[in-house]
């Protein structure tokens, strides 16, 4: 899988000029062009790497997050944050919205929609025709994963422990229904590109019958990013199809949908994009589509993924408000912020090593992880002590983080710095975890 690689180049950064009443096509497009954010905010001109330790130019970009006073939040991994150029917009179009109600939504939204729907795809790297919007990576994984019809009597379907766990439902689900086998493999710890890809040949080797393998890009439990593109390769030479969990890659590193190797995915926009919650893409390769059933019945287009997932009624601003924050994120730029981002997690992670009793699970290898590293107290993997260091993180420091559950190996707290968050956020952390570990 290419690493590291620009994502967004297509996106648009179409300035939002004050508009005056012109033709409907003029107004349509004033009203609906991105917020351009201001020059202050773009990058020096420099190596990610470099731009990454440049306080100045960070703490201008922390100032477009109205963040809480409540607590140090080292838990951007449940939502994004909308920066306040894309915040601004969505209080616009909620406004227009809500205004002009259902003479907008008939005769002037489709437009906007398909506008959106376009961007995304060209950020992507797929066509627009392969996507749909859902309210979630969740509600587009259950839709392609329920609606997948090559399962049959005495297949198998697999999953590992580090996957979602709502996705991990859904096979299961799937299985029962069609009267098939669910296997199930725990990855190693620590791990390695070698170990992981190794760990799914063994799998997929001792299952012949599975028919479809799910996959997380970047998992929410302890940050490992999987080499997809290698173990889809290994799927596909075995005639397994592969559905891909990347509801927290988009945004957070570099991605392009092709370079996943996988016909179906799940995306999320309100996670590291910053789109408002409730935005997330199907993806389902063109010549993939007779794989998926149409939903509910749907008597749409077989040619067509919109007979696909039927979501009803949608919010209208949090879709027109995305090409709004994809504007804002490639202002940063995604190397930079992903370099950012690195940074930071790296400033923690360094430190923490050292700590004698505290375990990393996630591996330093630049393509196996991005900003989401987790880690546990050696010897303590249940959940009751993990929540515990939650609730003592929190009460007694200050610091927000999140415990996770399902890792094979025992449960384990997340830790996820935003571009709201600094070095001092970090060393505060690490200063924390050596006073936890030594009691």
């Known amino acids: 899988m290419t690493s590291r690689r620009h994502f967004l180049t297509q996106a648009s950064l179409a300035s939002a000029a004050s508009f005056t009443l012109g033709s409907p096509t003029e107004l349509i497009a004033q009203l609906s062009a991105p917020t351009p954010a ?8 420099a190596p990610p790497e470099v731009i990454a330790q440049d ?45 002009e109600s259902s003479w907008f939504a008939r005769r002037e939204y489709p437009a906007l929609l398909q506008q959106a729907r376009t961007q995304v795809a060209q950020a992507l790297g797929v066509a627009p025709a392969e996507i749909a919007f859902s309210r979630g990576a969740t509600e587009a994984l259950q839709a392609i994963i329920g609606q997948y019809n090559r399962v049959r009597s005495g297949d198998t379907v697999m999953y590992a422990d580090l996957d979602y766990t709502a996705m991990q439902w859904s096979m299961n689900a799937l299985a029962e229904r069609q009267g098939a086998t669910v296997a199930r493999l725990d990855l190693p710890e620590p791990a390695s590109r070698e170990a992981i890809v190794a760990a799914y040949a063994t799998a997929l080797d001792a299952h012949p019958r ?17 080499p997809v593109r290698d173990i889809a390769a290994l799927a596909k030479a075995r005639n397994v199809d592969v559905v891909v969990d990347a509801a927290h890659s988009f945004g957070q590193v570099p991605l392009s949908i092709p370079d996943l190797g996988a016909d179906f995915v799940g995306v999320n ?50 879709t027109m408000t995305v090409p709004d924050a994809l ?31 505290v375990d990393i699970l996630t591996p330093d290898d630049p393509d196996l ?40 190996r025992g449960d384990c707290v997340r830790v996820t710095p935003a571009l709201y968050n600094t070095p001092a956020d970090a060393d505060k952390l690490v200063a924390a975890l050596r006073l936890i570990a030594s009691r």
């Open 38 to 45: 201001p020059d202050s905010l773009m990058p020096p001109v």
């Open 55 to 99: 306080e100045t130019y960070w703490l201008r970009i922390a100032r477009q997050y109205a963040i809480t006073d409540r607590a140090t939040n080292l838990e951007a991994g449940f939502f994004g944050m909308m920066a306040q150029p894309v915040l601004a917009a969505y209080h616009r179009h909620i406004d227009r919205v809500n205004r």
């Open 210 to 226: 599975t028919r479809l393998l799910l996959l997380t890009h970047c998992n929410n439990k302890t940050g490992l990013i999987h």
């Open 269 to 318: 926009l309100h996670k590291w994009v910053g789109a408002p919650v409730g935005a997330g893409v199907m993806y389902i390769r063109e010549s993939r589509l007779d794989a998926i059933d149409r939903a509910h019945g749907d008597e749409g287009s077989l040619a067509r993924i919109d007979s696909r997932l039927h979501t009803g009624t949608t919010d209208f601003a949090t």
């Open 327 to 357: 504007a804002f994120q490639e202002t940063i730029g995604i190397p930079n912020k992903a370099a950012r981002l690195r940074y930071l997690r790296d400033r923690w992670v360094t430190a923490a090593r050292s700590i004698p009793g």
């Open 369 to 408: 992880v991005g900003a989401l590293t987790s880690f546990r107290l050696r010897g303590n993997g249940s959940r009751e002590a993990n929540q515990a260091i939650v609730r003592t993180l929190h009460d007694e420091f200050g610091i927000f983080t999140v415990a996770r559950n399902g890792v094979a």
